[in-house]
Every structure is written in structure tokens, then in C-alpha cells.
């Protein structure tokens, strides 16, 4: 059983930074999506187990960086210049199957976090 445990959301204004943490009881695939009210669930980044393969989505590239402590078994989510599009539910994933590489779909991760609020006033 894999205990993901979320922390960092907040209300910030446009442009402002935020960094979400995820605390992980191993190593693995680790994933962050975000679910907006009436929208489906969608890939944000994921990092490899290893920590040496990241991967984003279009909307954040540039502007969010996803890393991992792995002393810790902490993945991070930094998130700079945030918009009010960014606003959502966040969820950190992890997923026990991927030895390597990353994955952005939902369905290779079985094992999600809480969530935490981001919002972000324009």
C-alpha cells in the first residue's frame, strides 16, 4: 500500500509562485494532475522513479518544474507565473508498475493522493 501525502496549495494572485509537496512511503513514478470544477482530470508532469526523466504538459512547460528529493521520497510541483487558468484540484499519483520513464494518463497510476486546492486570483 503506497501513502501519498499532499501539501502546499493556497490562494495566490496571478503571477505569483506556489510549491506543492508530496510525500511518498517508496520510490516510484510519480505523477501531478489537477481537476478543474466541470472539467475532466489532466496530466500536469510526471518525474521517473529514478528522477532522471521528467515530462509536461504544454500548458505548464516553462513555467512549472517537477522534482524529486529522493532521501525524502519527496516529489515537488514548483509552479511560477501561475495564471487563474491554473486553478484546480491537485493530486499527486504514483504509480508501482513504471520502473522507467514517465507516463501522462491517469490510468498508469494506482495510487493518488488527497488533492490540495491551488487558486489563483487575477
Known amino acids: 500500500q503506497v501513502q501519498l501525502v499532499e501539501s502546499g496549495g493556497g490562494l495566490v494572485q496571478a503571477g505569483d509562485s506556489l510549491r506543492l509537496s508530496c510525500e511518498a512511503s517508496?520510490?516510484?513514478?510519480m505523477g501531478w494532475f489537477r481537476q478543474a470544477p466541470g472539467k475532466d482530470r489532466e496530466f500536469v508532469a510526471a518525474i521517473s522513479r529514478s528522477g532522471d526523466s521528467t515530462s509536461y504538459a504544454d500548458s505548464v512547460k516553462g513555467r512549472f518544474t517537477i522534482s524529486t528529493d529522493n532521501a525524502k521520497n519527496t516529489v515537488y510541483l514548483r509552479m511560477n507565473s501561475l495564471k487563474p487558468e491554473d486553478t484546480a484540484v491537485y493530486y499527486c499519483?504514483?504509480?508501482?508498475?513504471?520502473?522507467?520513464?514517465?507516463?501522462?494518463?491517469?490510468?498508469?497510476?494506482?495510487?493518488w493522493g488527497q488533492g490540495t486546492q491551488v487558486t489563483v486570483s487575477s
Open positions: 517508496g520510490r516510484y513514478l
Open positions: 499519483a504514483a504509480s508501482t508498475a513504471f520502473v522507467f520513464g514517465t507516463s501522462r494518463y491517469p490510468i498508469d497510476y494506482n495510487y
